[in-house]
């Protein structure tokens, strides 16, 4: 994921209202404060580009067995 496509998610949680901070994201992602500014910055792995778009599209985890 690149930087910029990484920034326009975080544009696109907060206008559909699922975020109001990078703060936010970092809870929703499970990172931290300063690994949000390094994807910014750097761009993102797989892993997190996929976690982004199900976050965007309100998808629940895996069940659990």
């Not at 990078?22 to 750097?42: N, P, S």
Request: aromatic fraction near 8%; hydrophobic fraction near 50%; glycine fraction near 4%.
């Amino acid at each position: 994921m690149q930087p910029e496509s990484f920034a326009n998610w975080l544009a696109a949680m907060t206008a559909a209202g699922l975020i109001s901070s990078k703060r936010d994201a970092a809870a929703l992602l499970g990172v931290t404060d300063d690994t949000i500014t390094a994807y910014l910055r750097r761009g993102a792995d797989l892993r997190t580009a996929l976690a982004c778009k199900a976050l965007y599209h309100r998808l629940e985890p895996w069940p659990t067995v």
